[in-house]
C-alpha cells in the first residue's frame, strides 16, 4: 500500500510540473506558428520573383501600352505606378496574416495560459515578414525587375517606333492652311504625298505586341491613333491637288479664250479672205 500510494503522489506531482509547463508549451506553439506563417509569405513573394524571372516567356504578365507625347514615347502604366502596385500586392499578401487564427487565442487553448503567463508583446508575423532579410531582398529584386525590363521596352519604342513618330510630330505641328498658302510645284507636292504614303506603309507593318520580359507591350492603340492622322493629311493633299489642278485648267482656259478673242473673226465670204 504505501509503495501504491508513494507511486500516485509520484504522479500527481508529475501532472502537476507538466500542467506548468502547458503554458510555456502553448506559447512555444504559437512562436512556431508566427515563423510557419512568415515563411510561406516569404516564400510565395519569392515564388513570385522566381515567375518574373523565368528567361522564356511566350506573353509577357503585366501590360504597358505605348503612347507619343511632346518628350516622345511614353508607357501606360508607367514603371513607377507598376511597381506601386506590386508593392501594394505584396502588402495585401502580407496583410492576410492579420487574420490567421492564433493559437495563443484559440478558446480552447486560451484556458491553460493564465493571464500572468501571456506575454505582454505576442510576436505580429506581419512584423516578422517586414523585418525579414530575405523579405526585403525579394521586394527590392521585383523592383529592379521591372526596372530594367521597362529598359527593354524604352530601347523596342525606341528603335520600332522611329519611323512612326514623324505622323505624330508632323501632325502637331502642321498647318494646311499655311501651308496651301505656299507656293507649290508638281515635284513639291509629289514629294509630300510619297512621303505621306510611306508613313501610311510603315503603319500597316507596325507590331502592334512586343515581350519585353514581365512586360507585354501593347502598341495597337498607337497605330489606331496615327493612322487618323496620315489618312486625314493624305484626303488635304488630295484635295489641294485637285483645288490647285482646277485653278490651273480655269486661268489656262481663260487664256486660250483670249487668244482667241484676238485673232480676227473668220470671214463668212470668200472675198474676206484675199
Keep these: 500500500l504505501r509503495s501504491r500510494d508513494a507511486a500516485r503522489r509520484a504522479s500527481r506531482r508529475r501532472a502537476a510540473r507538466e500542467r506548468d509547463l502547458l503554458p510555456d508549451f502553448v506559447r512555444l506553439a504559437d512562436y512556431v506558428e508566427v515563423?510557419?506563417?512568415?515563411?510561406?509569405?516569404?516564400?510565395?513573394?519569392?515564388?513570385?520573383?522566381?515567375?518574373?524571372?523565368?528567361?522564356?516567356?511566350?506573353?509577357?504578365?503585366?501590360?504597358?501600352?505605348?503612347?507619343?507625347?511632346?518628350?516622345?514615347?511614353?508607357?501606360?502604366?508607367?514603371?513607377?505606378?507598376?511597381?506601386?502596385?506590386?508593392a501594394a500586392t505584396a502588402d495585401a499578401l502580407v496583410g492576410l496574416l492579420a487574420g490567421a487564427p492564433r493559437l495563443l487565442r484559440l478558446r480552447p487553448l486560451a484556458r491553460f495560459v493564465p493571464l500572468a503567463r501571456r506575454p505582454q508583446h505576442a510576436p505580429d508575423p506581419?512584423?516578422?515578414?517586414?523585418?525579414?532579410?530575405?523579405?526585403?531582398?525579394?521586394?527590392?529584386?521585383?523592383?529592379?525587375?521591372?526596372?530594367?525590363?521597362?529598359?527593354?521596352?524604352?530601347?523596342?519604342?525606341?528603335?520600332?517606333?522611329?519611323?512612326?513618330?514623324?505622323?505624330?510630330?508632323?501632325?502637331?505641328?502642321?498647318?494646311?492652311?499655311?501651308?496651301?498658302?505656299?507656293?507649290h510645284t508638281v515635284a513639291s507636292l509629289r514629294r509630300e504625298l510619297e512621303r505621306v504614303a510611306a508613313w501610311e506603309r510603315e503603319l500597316e507593318k507596325m507590331r502592334t505586341r512586343q515581350t519585353c520580359g514581365l512586360l507585354e507591350v501593347e502598341s495597337r492603340r498607337l497605330r489606331q491613333a496615327l493612322a487618323p492622322l496620315a489618312a486625314e493629311k493624305m484626303a488635304a493633299l488630295k484635295d489641294l491637288v485637285r483645288d490647285l489642278a482646277r485653278a490651273k485648267c480655269r486661268d489656262q482656259r481663260a487664256k486660250y479664250r483670249a487668244a482667241l478673242a484676238r485673232v480676227a473673226p473668220r470671214p463668212r465670204h470668200l472675198g474676206g479672205f484675199a
Design 126 to 183: 506581419q512584423l516578422v515578414v517586414r523585418a525579414s532579410a530575405d523579405f526585403r531582398a525579394t521586394c527590392a529584386a521585383v523592383d529592379a525587375k521591372v526596372a530594367s525590363d521597362f529598359a527593354r521596352a524604352r530601347e523596342y519604342a525606341d528603335a520600332a517606333f522611329a519611323r512612326v513618330w514623324p505622323v505624330y510630330e508632323h501632325a502637331r505641328r502642321w498647318d494646311f492652311d499655311a501651308y496651301k498658302r505656299r507656293a
Design 35 to 86: 515563423e510557419a506563417l512568415a515563411a510561406l509569405v516569404v516564400e510565395a513573394w519569392a515564388g513570385f520573383l522566381a515567375e518574373l524571372l523565368r528567361p522564356r516567356r511566350a506573353a509577357g504578365l503585366l501590360e504597358t501600352t505605348v503612347r507619343f507625347a511632346d518628350e516622345g514615347a511614353t508607357f501606360a502604366p508607367t514603371r513607377a505606378q507598376i511597381q506601386q502596385t506590386l
